[in-house]
């Protein structure tokens, strides 16, 4: 099995390493594994003047499946747009037609008091967010900085085709099949015509999905509701936008967005796995970065791309494990738990492995 390892920037290169130690610590556990490693976002900037450079696409290319850390960071936010960081991200994702991504927001008991909610509100806690991530005013055309009447004026596009809402419709109507069947799509269909399209597109597909309860939500209420009363979302459904913010809110409901996984997926399981933070400028380089997200990501390449469920089992158990243990990095550590560095969190899932 062929793995492109993208370590990234900021915190990117530190929180990898620990997830490649826990899957060597895998190795031969009817998993065997090489790995090329190559160059994304600021640190491709720094190399190669690009931040998805040519050798990085053809490495991607060529494996089954991509692990990545994180991009960007303030060195790199001044230079022109197409040399951003985030530009290799966005191009990847695009080039490898990653629309569909998976992030679950799954709260593990023992960080029931890590979260922002009170226990008894996120007790059980599983949802999962399907985002769109190839479309939307991500990717819109026309966009940029013009002048109009002695003034800079910026412009993004929100648009979606209808076949585009399909593809990403049938991940989350089959993904809901899977668990509690229920489906929300969130969209802001009462000012934005992309979005009326988008819930005219999840109603007709939910012909073919009897089981499954499809509900709508706006968006702004959506923010609302995770906050509120999370435990109604089984399964929720939105764009690229949308499921970019609310799966940073959702991720504080765990406890902390290191501790939220993800899952990019083209049309046959061929994947990128991430986590949903970014590169953390603030703590990088001072091992203090939690690598859950990221190791978890590796158990998602396992079960999606791999078809290893036991060995991704293995993977979160053993994270449970570490958690029951008391281990915390920084972002989930409360009083009477051990607090520990990114190594060590590392050190810890493989000794519970
Ligand atoms: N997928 C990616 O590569 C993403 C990249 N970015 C980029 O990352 C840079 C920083 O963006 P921010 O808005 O600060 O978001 P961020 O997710 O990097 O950080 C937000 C906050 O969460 C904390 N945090 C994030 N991951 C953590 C972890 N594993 N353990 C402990 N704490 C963690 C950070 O210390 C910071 O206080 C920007 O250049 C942005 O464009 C942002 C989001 C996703
Ligand atoms: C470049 C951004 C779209 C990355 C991000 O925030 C994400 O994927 O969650
Ligand atoms: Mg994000």
Redesign the pocket.
Known sequence: MKICVLP?D??GPE?MEQALRVLEALRGDGFNFEVETALI?GSAVDATGTPYPEATSKAAKAADAIL?G?????KW?TLPREQR??RG?LAIRKELNLFANLRPAILYPELANASTLKPEVVAGLDILIVRELTGDIYFGQPRGVREENGERVGFNTMVYSESEIRRIGKVAFEAARKRGKKLCSVDKMNVLEATQLWRDVMIEISADYPDVELSHMLVDNAAMQLVRAPKQFDVMVTGNMFGDILSDEASMLTG???MLPSASLDANNKGLY??????????AGKG????L?TILSAAMMLRYTFNLEAQALRIENAVKKVLAAGYR???IYEAGTRQVGTREMGDAVIAAL
Not at 70 to 74: C, L
Not at 288 to 291: E, G, K
């Open positions: 990234g900021g915190i929180i976002g990545l994180a991009v960007g960071g303030p936010d960081p985030e991200l902390s967005i290191g991430e986590p949903s933070h970014g590169s953390a400028p603030d703590i203090l970065a939690n690598p997200a990095t920084g972002d």
